[in-house]
């Protein structure tokens, strides 16, 4: 297996943008991905930005801050952009000798990011500098294996947004079915009809200050659940976690708006998770962070055991309702509001089980079995998306472990 040193293929970039022709500001977040940036720029000199073009890569030589990732990424999707000063810019020199996606391919592998953490050095701040990156080793086959590593890289990642693509439609139209059921009061009367748009009967709720159709009921969400409480409260520490096995720990970076996120997990004991009954998860159990305005409240969809950190635990009444009619309501606008005006307008505020127990649902026996049934089908397809997900993941990450397998040929071969 021949190494090369990456120094040898890659060099330095430092245009600024003095003409302030280029207005695309973006950023490197830790995922490797080049993202429009949330900074504050007013009254910032934007003439000594940097210009990043296309396929050409920018990182961030601090690594104190990022955990156990480099924040380095390839530009793609523009064919220029700027960033920060505090970016290193650099390109390939040749791209018949690398291809930069070839080489992002490798920057995405954990192996990196554990090699540069290593290497990054100083003392109020750990940092990853250009000598260190360009002393990088890697094997570079020849120029049609590169192609073939990134088409086949690419043929999975395809495939993977297409599936996230499919999975946010069904979330959407999911949500668009409890709001004309349950918020624009058009479910099926008995003839089939949308209910309030043919002349269904409404009365005035007092509790709510609107009109609900006749026959239904106003309920606190903690009556049609099991329970609701919080997790396990605090740190994760070494005395009882463990070094990626044991029983997964979820924490709130770990609710996204795709859904529970399985990668990166943490792990706790098995004689912790044992101890710690109340956080214990069960498949249908919805999450909700305990900061911000609804919580990205996320329904747990997974097999095995798990445990949770600083959460909320909603665990459904399955015979009175389904995880994901809960799920839909707490995704709301109208619960939202139900939760901003607990909060008392405040968006750093806390999020507790009262906030969330005290909240009014719309509740009508057939309706919402109905309803709970038709949402079932969504939240199936959903997880057997998702269930494909993990494995196109899974082939992701193996595409990038073997690159160090591939039959390699010296440059001058």
């Not at 397809?381 to 082939?395: G, M, P």
Request: aromatic share 10%; hydrophobic share 35%; charged share 25%.
């Amino acid at each position: 297996m021949i190494y090369k040193r990456l120094g040898d293929y890659i060099e330095p970039v430092n245009i600024r943008n003095k003409e302030l022709q280029v207005t695309t500001l973006l950023g490197v977040s830790i995922k490797k991905v080049l993202m429009p940036s949330i900074a504050n720029t007013i009254g910032t000199n934007m003439k000594t930005y940097k210009i990043i073009e296309k396929n050409q890569f920018a990182y961030g030589p601090v690594t104190s801050r990022n955990g156990d990732k480099i924040s380095i990424a390839l530009l793609e999707d523009f064919e220029k952009a700027i960033v920060s000063q505090a970016y290193t810019v650099f390109k390939v020199s040749d791209e018949q000798e690398v291809l930069p996606q070839y080489l992002m391919m490798w920057f995405r592998r954990p192996e990196f990011d554990r090699f540069a953490r290593f290497k990054s050095h100083g003392s109020a701040r750990e940092v990853f500098d250009w000598e260190e990156l360009c002393d990088t080793q890697l094997p570079i086959p020849s120029i049609k294996k590169q192609q073939q590593i990134v088409a086949e890289y690419n043929t999975v990642t395809n495939r993977i947004q297409l599936n996230e693509k499919i999975n946010t439609n069904l979330e959407a139209t999911a949500q668009a079915l409890y709001k004309h059921w349950f918020v624009d009061f058009e479910f099926p009367n008995a003839e089939g009809k949308p209910y309030k748009s043919s002349g269904g009967e409404m009365v005035y709720n007092e509790e709510l200050d609107k009109e609900i159709p006749v026959g239904w009921s106003v309920e606190r969400l903690e009556k049609l659940t099991k329970k609701i409480c919080v997790g396990f409260v605090g740190s994760l520490y070494d005395s009882y976690c463990g070094k990626e096995e044991g029983i997964p720990m979820l924490r709130t970076t770990d609710l996204t708006t795709q859904g529970m996120s399985y990668k990166d997990l943490k792990y706790v004991r098995k004689e912790f998770h044992c101890k710690n009954i109340k956080s214990q998860l069960k498949k249908g159990d919805i999450l909700v962070a305990r900061h911000g305005t609804n919580g990205m409240p996320v329904i747990f969809d997974a097999d095995f055991e798990a445990n949770c950190l600083n959460t909320i635990i909603i665990k459904p009444n399955k015979i009175q309702i389904s995880s994901k009619l809960i799920h839909c309501y707490l995704n709301s606008v109208e619960t939202k509001k139900q939760i901003q005006g607990s909060l008392g307008g405040s968006v750093q505020s806390v999020l507790n089980t009262k906030i969330i127990s005290d909240l009014l649902f719309f509740n009508r026996n057939d309706t919402t079995d109905l309803i709970s049934k038709n949402l079932g089908l969504f939240q199936a397809e959903i997880e057997r998306k998702r269930s494909q997900l993990f494995q196109l993941e899974e082939l992701q990450s193996l595409l990038l472990a073997k690159m160090t397998q591939v039959e390699l040929k010296t440059l001058s071969s």
